[in-house]
């Protein structure tokens, strides 16, 4: 058994900077701050990590211009218009979906810190946690 738990604890540090950029971004999207709407542009760090939880790639969405006979579609049949916002169950899980998307993040904070203040494993535990950080930050790089 405490084999299993020491494997628990390294696979745990390992993927624990993944896991908390997939929360995070994840409850950001939750309510689409991501996304420009109405007067809302979000900044763009927040679009670029949005582009890497969502697509892998850090790059910024471009919003290509419309076609040149699109415009005038678009003035005839105008797309419908959606004014009573979603149903109170649509809020009530976008709610309970960010209480989960924050405990994630503070149950895995609290896996790190339990992983690496083992007296007789830290530097295991640091070294997977950089690891766990660095790679994929150089796998969006290249």
Not at 18 to 42: C, D, M, R
Not at 106 to 118: I, N, R
């Amino acid at each position: 058994m405490s084999s299993i738990r020491l494997w628990h604890t390294y696979l745990g540090i390992l993927i624990a900077p993944s896991v908390l950029f997939f929360a995070l971004t994840g409850a950001l999207q939750i309510f689409n701050l991501h996304e420009a709407h109405g007067s809302y542009k979000p900044p763009p760090l927040l679009e670029k990590l949005s582009s890497v939880h969502k697509d892998q790639v850090f790059e910024q969405k471009h919003d290509e211009p419309p076609a040149a006979g699109a415009a005038n579609d678009e003035h005839e049949h105008p797309p419908p218009q959606d004014h009573a916002g979603p149903s109170l169950g649509t809020v009530l899980l976008k709610w309970f979906f960010l209480l989960v998307a924050l405990a994630l993040a503070t149950s895995t904070l609290l896996g790190l810190w339990m992983g690496l203040t083992h007296p007789l494993r830290k530097r295991t535990g640091w070294w997977l946690l950089a690891i766990g950080t660095l790679v994929p930050i150089v796998l969006i790089i290249i």
